[in-house]
């Protein structure tokens, strides 16, 4: 794989494991410089070693509970102080699941995590942005359930609906000064959070996970799950040259499941 920039400081949150690792990896394999945060350290530090032996320029690794500002904003001021000024980030860290009405309701949980933690994250990273005029890039995970509702999922969908109305809003703030600001929206991707999703909405149904995999991927027009690394490689793109009229963008790659 050709480096397209050997100098670039990339962040990602949750980057720890599945789309946020794949990422991490991608941005390594062309040499850039990467701060990872996520809430499990461990992990954190699986993802900076596989980084460096597939090409990464350094690593700084930060343990971050993206709800709470002050720790993001100290991760952030690590991370620039560490490797210097941040090219691109990408706001990833995330949860997803049920939320019901009542006393366990997850709604505060999930809308902090997802949107007020992207807002924080993306934030953080405008303070520390390098200068121009080369773009700089501003990247949030959303899914393919900003698109359409699903029920008992009111958290999860509101927040990442939230997501695209915050990315369409930053990329007219921010496109004076050449920085594009952009969101994923993945559909089904093959990572932990979607096999305990299967598993919880196979359960209610009362069928097994495999079954409800299988109803799952007919809803899908290519009848399949994308790999993280296909996201990651949809944000490689984004941050190239070849994306440069791209911003306030949601990017859809759900196998068709949404064609809007």
């Not at 949030?140 to 029920?151: D, Y």
């Not at 920085?179 to 994923?184: F, I």
């Not at 409800?212 to 790999?227: C, D, I, N, T, Y």
């Amino acid at each position: 794989m050709a480096k397209r920039k050997s100098v670039r400081h990339v962040v990602v949150t949750g980057a720890g494991k599945g789309i946020g690792r794949a990422i991490a990896l991608r941005f390594a394999m062309e040499g850039a410089s990467l701060s990872l945060f996520a809430r499990d350290a461990k992990r954190l530090e699986e993802t900076a070693a596989l980084a460096k032996k597939l090409g990464a320029a350094a690593t700084f690794v930060a343990s971050c509970d993206v709800k709470k500002q002050k720790a993001v904003d100290a991760a952030f001021d690590a991370a620039a102080a560490k490797l210097g000024p941040i090219h691109v980030c990408v706001a990833n860290a995330g949860i997803g699941g049920e939320n019901q009405p009542g006393k366990r309701d997850r709604f505060d949980e999930v809308v902090d995590t997802n949107l007020r933690g992207t807002y924080f994250s993306l934030r953080a990273a405008q303070r520390h942005l390098a200068p121009g005029p080369d773009a700089r890039h501003l990247l949030a995970t959303a899914s393919v359930l900003a698109r359409f509702g699903v029920p008992g999922y009111t958290a999860y969908c509101a927040s990442k609906a939230g997501v695209l109305g915050l990315v369409r809003a930053l990329a007219h703030e921010l496109a004076p000064s050449n920085v594009q600001v952009n969101a994923l929206c993945p559909g089904w991707v093959k990572t932990d959070m979607a096999t305990e999703g299967i598993a919880g909405i196979a359960k209610k149904l009362g069928v097994t996970p495999e079954a409800f995999h299988e109803m799952a991927m007919g809803q899908v027009p290519l009848r399949r799950m994308s790999e993280p690394e296909d996201v990651a490689g949809l944000v490689a793109w984004l941050c190239s040259p070849d994306a440069r009229g791209v911003t306030g963008q949601g990017l859809d790659m759900n196998g068709g499941a949404w064609m809007g």
